[in-house]
């Protein structure tokens, strides 16, 4: 390659001139093309901060007759010559693996000369925005819901482009996150929601933010978390009032699948089914309804003293703390049930009462089918510790029925 500023020759068609490459005695055919110009780049997130699976270059397309290609040059480091890494007719060119230093591009006319190359561009990766410092998760039905801090997006607001959300398995009995994660989406959002999960299923949660140029910051703060089922707005009839209907159970796998299939969840009937997790009972004293649990492997408590905003207030279920005590009913408070169904198998489920008269109560739950799982409705917050996380690159996502959303706020 030989870059030297071409002398005219008068009344030529296409003007080039010829120069020797001093190192290899070879004669390089130099045209008076325009050197192509904005070049620029964008690398390929990999999930590895630092370490991207390639390079896509860009640059404006010299228009001309007399363009035949692009060369495209690199060099790893500023203090070697560049080398052919590529030719293209188009004005993009795609490198794979890890890119190197620096690129440059030069056209080539239809007779062969070469003209002066592009402005290079230096891979930088100082240029890796911030990690968020939180990562939040609130659990639904069949989805996860996570929030981080927007940090990328409000601190270099210019060079942000989409935050990346990785997600992979959680093994409950080891306390740890699977060694393999998956690319579950991305956003322009601080938020998003990782829909269509089966409910009982845990999970972890991390996410990076990408720059323009394809820079990947260093992973926030891995949260878990595992969807399960609820249900707003159910009904309950007091047991001296409608005592066909004055019954609750949360979950009953008839099927023994371990999985909530339709018609196992959310059963209201009769007060003196034995299997109920509860029924409602009047207090003849002054008619107020009271929470009675029924099942011989059920207990409750209340969750706090005072009334809270949403079933989704309620945190992880408290380890311990549960009576057979009957509780009375208070609208905007919130109950958590612990359910040994066998010996060794218990679940947590949760409700909240939204209305109440002297004749029914109304409530929203949810129930945690992942057996001594804790997770119901709790919108909690990992932060920075100074420990960098697990980055992997990520596989293909698994099939399954997993799916995420962004959620535009800003």
Same mark, same amino acid.
Not at 88 to 93: H, Q, R, V, Y
Not at 161 to 183: H, I, K, Q
Not at 238 to 260: E, H, I, Q, T
């Given at each position: 390659?030989?870059?030297?500023?071409?002398?005219?020759?008068?009344?030529?068609?296409?003007?080039?001139?010829?120069?020797?490459?001093?190192?290899?005695?070879?004669? &390089?055919?130099?045209?008076?093309?325009?050197?192509?110009?904005?070049?620029?780049?964008?690398?390929?997130?990999?999930? &590895?901060?630092?370490?991207?699976?390639?390079?896509?270059?860009?640059?404006?397309?010299?228009?001309?007759?007399?363009?035949?290609?692009?060369?495209?040059?690199?060099?790893?480091?500023?203090?070697?010559?560049?080398?052919?890494?590529?030719?293209?007719?188009?004005?993009?060119?795609? /490198?794979?693996?890890?890119?190197?230093?620096?690129?440059?591009?030069?056209?080539? /006319?239809?007779?062969?000369?070469?003209?002066?190359?592009?402005?290079?561009?230096?891979?930088?990766?100082?240029?890796?925005?911030?990690?968020?410092?939180?990562?939040?998760?609130?659990?639904?039905?069949?989805?996860?819901?996570?929030?981080?801090?927007?940090?990328?997006?409000?601190?270099?607001?210019?060079?942000?482009?989409?935050?990346?959300?990785?997600?992979?398995?959680?093994?409950?009995?080891?306390?740890?996150?699977?060694?393999?994660?998956?690319?579950?989406?991305? &956003?322009?959002?601080?938020?998003?929601?990782?829909?269509?999960?089966?409910?009982?299923?845990?999970?972890?949660?991390?996410?990076?933010?990408?720059?323009?140029?394809?820079?990947?910051?260093?992973?926030?703060?891995?949260?878990?978390?595992?969807?399960?089922?609820?249900?707003?707005?159910?009904?309950?009839?007091?047991?001296?009032?409608?005592?066909?209907?004055?019954?609750?159970?949360?979950?009953?796998?008839?099927?023994?699948?371990?999985?909530? /299939?339709?018609?196992?969840?959310?059963?209201?009937?009769?007060?003196?089914?034995?299997?109920?997790?509860?029924?409602?009972?009047?207090?003849?004293?002054?008619?107020?309804?009271?929470?009675?649990?029924?099942?011989?492997?059920?207990?409750?408590?209340?969750?706090? &003293?005072?009334?809270?905003?949403?079933?989704?207030?309620?945190?992880?279920?408290?380890?311990?703390?549960?009576?057979?005590?009957?509780?009375?009913?208070?609208?905007?408070?919130?109950?958590?049930?612990?359910?040994?169904?066998?010996?060794?198998?218990?679940?947590?489920?949760?409700?909240?009462?939204?209305?109440?008269?002297?004749?029914?109560?109304?409530?929203?739950?949810?129930?945690?089918?992942?057996?001594?799982?804790?997770?119901?409705?709790?919108?909690?917050?990992?932060?920075?510790?100074?420990?960098?996380?697990?980055?992997?690159?990520?596989?293909?996502?698994?099939?399954?029925?997993?799916?995420?959303?962004?959620?535009?706020?800003?």
């Amino acid at each position: 390659m030989c870059f030297r500023t071409p002398l005219a020759l008068v009344g030529a068609a296409l003007t080039v001139v010829a120069c020797t490459n001093n190192s290899t005695g070879t004669t &390089t055919v130099v045209s008076t093309l325009p050197p192509p110009d904005s070049l620029r780049y964008q690398l390929d997130p990999s999930g &590895t901060p630092g370490a991207p699976t390639g390079i896509l270059l860009r640059w404006a397309d010299v228009v001309s007759t007399a363009l035949a290609n692009y060369n495209v040059y690199s060099r790893a480091d500023t203090l070697v010559a560049f080398s052919l890494r590529g030719i293209t007719t188009s004005n993009t060119f795609h /490198d794979n693996g890890v890119p190197s230093a620096q690129y440059v591009v030069t056209a080539v /006319d239809v007779s062969g000369g070469e003209s002066r190359p592009s402005a290079a561009v230096t891979v930088n990766e100082r240029l890796q925005l911030p990690r968020s410092p939180t990562l939040g998760s609130v659990a639904l039905d069949s989805a996860i819901f996570l929030d981080w801090a927007d940090s990328a997006a409000i601190l270099d607001p210019t060079r942000f482009s989409v935050y990346r959300v990785y997600s992979t398995g959680y093994n409950l009995a080891l306390n740890a996150c699977d060694s393999t994660w998956f690319l579950e989406g991305t &956003t322009v959002s601080h938020e998003f929601l990782a829909a269509q999960l089966p409910n009982g299923v845990p999970h972890c949660y991390a996410t990076s933010a990408i720059s323009v140029e394809g820079y990947e910051s260093l992973w926030s703060p891995v949260v878990q978390d595992t969807p399960r089922p609820d249900a707003r707005n159910v009904l309950v009839w007091a047991n001296g009032v409608n005592a066909s209907l004055s019954g609750f159970r949360f979950w009953n796998d008839l099927n023994g699948n371990g999985y909530p /299939d339709p018609g196992e969840l959310g059963l209201i009937g009769s007060g003196a089914t034995a299997t109920n997790d509860f029924r409602v009972d009047v207090n003849a004293s002054d008619s107020s309804l009271w929470l009675v649990p029924v099942f011989a492997g059920d207990s409750l408590q209340l969750y706090q &003293t005072t009334a809270i905003a949403d079933l989704d207030s309620i945190h992880t279920a408290p380890a311990t703390g549960y009576l057979r005590d009957s509780l009375k009913a208070q609208i905007g408070f919130g109950y958590v049930f612990k359910r040994w169904q066998t010996a060794t198998t218990y679940y947590y489920a949760a409700l909240r009462v939204t209305a109440l008269t002297h004749q029914f109560v109304i409530f929203d739950w949810s129930i945690q089918t992942n057996p001594g799982n804790p997770d119901l409705a709790a919108p909690r917050f990992a932060t920075v510790t100074g420990a960098t996380a697990p980055a992997r690159a990520p596989g293909v996502r698994p099939p399954g029925g997993r799916g995420g959303t962004g959620i535009r706020s800003r």
